[in-house]
T-cell receptor, first 118, second 112 residues
Framework: DTGVSQDPRHKITKRGQNVTFRCDPISEHNRLYWYRQTLGQGPEFLTYFQNEAQLEKSRLLSDRFSAERPKGSFSTLEIQRTEQGDSAMYLC????????????????FGAGSRLTVL | DQQVKQNSPSLSVQEGRISILNCDYTNSMFDYFLWYKKYPAEGPTFLISISSIKDKNEDGRFTVFLNKSAKHLSLHIVPSQPGDSAVYFCAARKTSYDKVIFGPGTSLSVIP
């Protein structure tokens, strides 16, 4: 399977606990994105990487959130001291760079990691 | 500030008829627009796109129309099929800026 993989698919945690999500992008894609989706809303941009470099972080990403992409392959999104407001679907997407035309604009998403904070 | 708006949260259409999903945007710097479809428990999947230099793009049953002066685009699905029942997200991007902005989505139900 050459799609974007996310793990775990579901995570239930208690408020105050730390959680970590993993994303494995399509292997030849060097751009990787994290989005968050809450009920009734579209995906909201959180951050993105070009290879291992984190190029932008949204103001939505508080200091409790940290994302890494060591070696430019898989990425992790960690949320420390979770709050109930963190409950959402966390989506990872990837795309290639250096592609002309529509391919440069199309993100391929994973199935997401759903977080429930009790 | 919501830069991409989808003012209809839901839409119901009879099988075989046309589905029209609408999207408005506020940022005139957007130069690429995309539609994604999302089924429950899955990530969004790319459906069709259009560059700002065009006013129409067609792919099988799906056609996207862009009206730049009105900052409006629409997705037409003809004929609609029950398998088209999903949430449809309109999205936009500036080529010089690597962030895709999504609208809140429209839930389409195609009734057999």
């Amino acid at each position: 399977d050459t799609g974007v993989s996310q793990d775990p698919r579901h995570k239930i945690t208690k408020r105050g606990q730390n959680v970590t999500f993993r994303c494995d992008p399509i292997s030849e894609h060097n751009r990787l994105y994290w989005y968050r989706q809450t009920l009734g809303q579209g995906p909201e941009f959180l951050t993105y990487f070009q290879n291992e470099a984190q190029l932008e972080k949204s103001r939505l990403l508080s200091d409790r959130f940290s994302a890494e992409r060591p070696k430019g392959s898989f990425s992790t999104l960690e949320i420390q001291r979770t709050e109930q407001g963190d409950s959402a679907m966390y989506l990872c997407a990837s795309r290639p760079t250096g592609t002309k035309g529509s391919g440069a604009n199309v993100l391929t998403f994973g199935a997401g990691s759903r977080l429930t904070v009790l | 500030d919501q830069q991409v708006k989808q003012n209809s949260p839901s839409l119901s259409v009879q099988e075989g008829r046309i589905s029209i999903l609408n999207c408005d945007y506020t940022n005139s710097m957007f130069d690429y627009f995309l539609w994604y479809k999302k089924y429950p428990a899955e990530g969004p999947t790319f459906l069709i796109s259009i560059s700002s230099i065009k006013d129409k793009n067609e792919d099988g049953r799906f056609t996207v129309f862009l009206n730049k002066s009105a900052k409006h685009l629409s997705l037409h699905i003809v004929p609609s099929q029950p398998g088209d029942s999903a949430v449809y997200f309109c999205a936009a991007r500036k080529t010089s800026y690597d962030k895709v902005i999504f609208g809140p989505g429209t839930s389409l139900s195609v009734i057999p």
